[in-house]
């Protein structure tokens, strides 16, 4: 481990950060522009040209708000609640591969932060922690809607979690790779997993839906029937952090969902105009931000489209449709990739 | 009870069909019918840039109107108050001072003249009763203010300045008849003060 | 040496959070506490090289299991006034209790002291591939059995979360 491989590991971390955070901030400008859009509006446009620094007046509005805790609250965990929730929305981003490599001076540099051979357990760990971040605000608040808020959002996630893991796993069975890297690799040209896992594709992606508590699935927060939900005593930047660590959670769910069914930085027929290894990566880099980007505006047309679910819908999709259907996946996928040996078993 | 319109349908809660219980086709389509909005043209008007035209009888804040020579054509009568429903006019009169014809138009003036902007409904009747052609509703719009006793307007607001340019003209809102009226000078009403001497 | 250092620290931190979901006097600090003990625990697996085991003990312990919990006492909504009055025979006879089983835990691991580590530097013992092969071929049937008891337990739960059996 040399202080050069060092450096530039810290280089990298320091981009995927600054990256994930200025998407993040522009997500909330895009959310309102195809907000507007899709709603015959305009969506912001006075501040800069198009309302480009909207995020800046937004962020500045933010931090200059008055900062107000609850004298009931427990201080200490209304501090800390909403620094997890970005803390855990920031650590995702690590084990996502954002390219191939890239050749300078005879070296390679990958432009993974870190491989993990248990990437996807690492990424499913995390958030199933990023959960904390949501029940602590909303207990700590001492508020009944802050407090129904925060339940809800456990009991979501921890049921969305299951199919989730069991859409993962039948992945994993047909990959064979707990590496999030290995799993990108595999999908160069045509072999996108979706076109092996459309079911678990779909699955997966509702799950994010739910995970990330974006409409349809956006009970935590349901503003008919809970205020605020589990951010409503909470203000300036503090709410700030819960609004971000949500966007950003989009942003890495987007990344998520392309790196594991649409072929993350690969794409077809390009091997055949650009020879260059380097530029190769450069042009991976732009698709899977490309892919990324359709995610993210997936997540936002979906919003303003589809109403909220109400509670026990939302608990009937998930215990009802989509662990059945996950399990169905998962045998299907099971006896598939075992056809040769159920074959030999029953007819030889 | 009729039916305002032939759109209406009896709404029927049956047992759903497969394609509409798996959800995805309805919500294929909801998505195809948000996504068509996003290249309709927008309606949005950008205010400050772009203003929507106003009507020719559209009506908004009061003036005051000066004759010819740039006296105060209100007499004080007090009609406009009388008729207004929402009760915004109040005013009180003074004698005209010799050598101040130049400045009132009738031996009584009105010294104060106010209108209250949040109670005025703007429905053009104290226009409807002036006698004396003073009191017209323009194609002004009333500014917003941080303060509810702002919006009493005085006569500092109401009353239009003497200079040529300062005037407001309110020919659009006067009917033909009224037009064809003002052009016969032999008439008491249109008679400028010095020619009635 | 770094793993040695990081070893005790992560030692002292466990030991420490541990006490502290013990001596709080509030239940939800308690759940919080936990977490972060089972997150010291899984440090440990780490330097264990038991990756796997490190993060489905962070995915189930800490992300599943410990929010339900946290769920449950949030919603009990737990303070003083409802806390049990214990008296004072039954605090005398939880710590002997729990003093006997210090003793024998003492005693039975006396005795270990002399198993020799065995092939204590492969790297890849933690690893997914050599998991699998030792569940699914030396302990097949103790984890099968396992499965089915948590089977039992599932059907068990939902009898009693059942309103009315006729």
């Known amino acids: 481990m040399t202080l050069g491989y060092l450096i530039y590991k810290l280089i990298l971390v320091i981009i995927v950060f600054a990256v994930t955070l200025l998407i993040a901030m522009y997500s909330t400008y895009a959310e309102r522009k195809v907000a507007g859009f899709l709603q015959d509006r305009l969506g912001p446009n006075r501040a800069g040209p198009f309302g480009i620094l909207q995020p800046v007046a937004d962020a500045v509005k933010l931090f200059m708000k008055e900062e107000m805790i609850p004298s009931v609250s427990n201080k200490t965990l209304f501090i800390i609640a909403p620094g997890l929730s970005l803390l855990t929305a920031c650590m995702t981003g690590v084990v996502i591969p954002w390219g191939t490599s890239l050749n300078l001076f005879g070296e390679n540099y990958s432009l993974q932060v870190t491989d993990l051979n248990i990437g996807i357990l690492y990424l499913f760990g995390v958030v199933s922690i990023g959960v904390y971040g949501i029940m602590i605000g909303g207990w700590a608040s001492n508020n009944k809607y802050s407090l129904l808020g925060a339940v809800r959002a456990s009991s979501q996630m921890i049921s969305y979690e299951v199919a989730m893991g069991l859409s993962i796993i039948a992945l994993i069975i047909t990959t064979g790779t707990l590496s999030v890297g290995q799993i990108a690799a595999q999908q160069s040209g045509?072999?996108?997993?979706?076109?092996?896992?459309?079911?678990?594709a779909l699955i997966f992606i509702v799950c994010a839906f739910a995970e990330t508590n974006r409409a349809p699935f956006d009970l935590p927060e349901c503003e008919q029937e809970l205020v605020g939900g589990y951010h409503t005593e909470y203000s300036s930047m503090k709410m700030g952090f819960y609004l971000f660590a949500e966007y950003i959670n989009m942003f890495i769910s987007?990344?998520?969902?392309?790196?594991?069914?649409?072929?993350?930085?690969?794409?077809?027929?390009?091997?055949?105009?650009?020879?260059?290894?380097?530029?190769?990566?450069?042009?991976?880099?732009?698709?899977?931000?490309?892919?990324?980007?359709?995610?993210?505006?997936?997540?936002?047309?979906?919003?303003?489209?589809?109403?909220?679910?109400?509670?026990?819908?939302?608990?009937?999709?998930?215990?009802?449709?989509?662990?059945?259907?996950?399990?169905?996946?998962?045998v299907l996928t099971c006896t598939w990739m075992m056809r040769h040996e159920i074959f030999n078993a029953l007819f030889k | 009870?009729?039916?305002?319109?032939?759109?209406?349908?009896?709404?029927?809660?049956?047992?759903?069909?497969?394609?509409?219980?798996?959800?995805?086709?309805?919500?294929?389509?909801?998505?195809?019918?948000?996504?068509?909005?996003?290249?309709?043209?927008?309606?949005?008007?950008?205010?400050?840039?772009?203003?929507r035209e106003f009507s020719a009888i559209w009506r908004g804040q009061h003036v005051l109107k000066r004759d010819e020579i740039g006296a105060e054509r209100c007499t004080s009568c007090g009609l406009c108050a009388v008729a207004c429903p929402a009760e915004a006019i109040t005013m009180t009169s003074a004698e005209r001072k010799p050598g101040e014809e130049h400045l009132y138009r009738e031996e009584k003036y009105a010294a104060t003249y106010e209108i209250n902007m949040l109670r005025c409904i703007f429905c053009g009747d104290c226009e409807d009763a002036c006698p004396k052609e003073a009191i017209f509703l323009t194609d002004r719009k009333v500014d917003s203010e941080y303060n509810r006793g702002l919006f009493t307007y005085g006569k500092d607001i109401l009353v239009e300045g003497i200079e040529k340019e300062k005037r407001i003209d309110v020919t659009k809102r006067q009917t033909p008849e009224v037009l064809e009226f003002k052009k016969h000078k032999e008439f008491d009403h249109n008679v400028v003060f010095e020619k009635k001497k | 040496m770094i793993t040695t250092y990081l070893f005790y620290f992560l030692s002292f931190l466990a030991?420490?959070?541990?006490?502290?979901?013990?001596?709080?006097?509030?239940?939800?600090?308690?759940?919080?506490?936990?977490?972060?003990?089972?997150?010291?625990?899984?440090?440990?697996?780490?330097?264990?090289?038991?990756?796997?085991?490190?993060?489905?003990?962070?995915i189930v312990y800490a992300g599943a299991i410990m929010v339900l919990f946290l769920f449950v006492i949030m919603l009990l909504n737990l303070n003083k006034e409802t806390e049990p009055h214990k008296s004072v025979w039954l605090k005398a006879s939880a710590a002997v209790a729990s003093g006997l089983l210090l003793v024998v835990l003492v005693g039975s691991l006396k005795g270990a002291e002399t198993i020799v580590q065995v092939n204590a530097f492969n790297p890849n013992i933690g690893l997914i591939e050599n998991l699998g092969q030792t569940l699914f071929h030396d302990f097949l049937l103790p984890f099968e059995v396992s499965s089915i008891l948590l089977l039992a337990a599932m059907v068990g739960a939902v009898m009693l979360g059942k309103r009315s059996i006729k």
């Open chain 1, 254 to 330: 987007s990344a998520v969902i392309s790196t594991f069914y649409f072929g993350g930085y690969n794409m077809p027929f390009i091997g055949r105009f650009i020879q260059s290894p380097n530029l190769l990566a450069i042009c991976g880099v732009v698709f899977l931000f490309a892919k990324i980007f359709f995610g993210i505006f997936f997540f936002m047309w979906v919003r303003w489209t589809i109403p909220r679910f109400r509670y026990d819908q939302l608990m009937n999709l998930g215990w009802k449709m989509l662990i059945p259907l996950s399990i169905l996946n998962l």
């Open chain 2, 1 to 51: 009870m009729l039916p305002l319109t032939n759109r209406s349908k009896v709404v029927v809660k049956k047992e759903m069909s497969l394609s509409e219980k798996i959800y995805l086709p309805a919500i294929i389509s909801g998505m195809m019918i948000t996504f068509s909005h996003f290249f309709k043209k927008k309606p949005t008007i950008q205010y400050p840039e772009q203003t």
């Open chain 1, 190 to 200: 045509w072999h996108w997993n979706i076109l092996v896992q459309p079911l678990g």
């Open chain 3, 15 to 58: 030991i420490m959070f541990a006490l502290m979901v013990v001596l709080s006097k509030n239940p939800v600090h308690s759940v919080l506490y936990l977490v972060l003990a089972f997150f010291t625990i899984a440090g440990h697996y780490v330097l264990l090289n038991a990756q796997f085991l490190a993060a489905v003990h962070v």
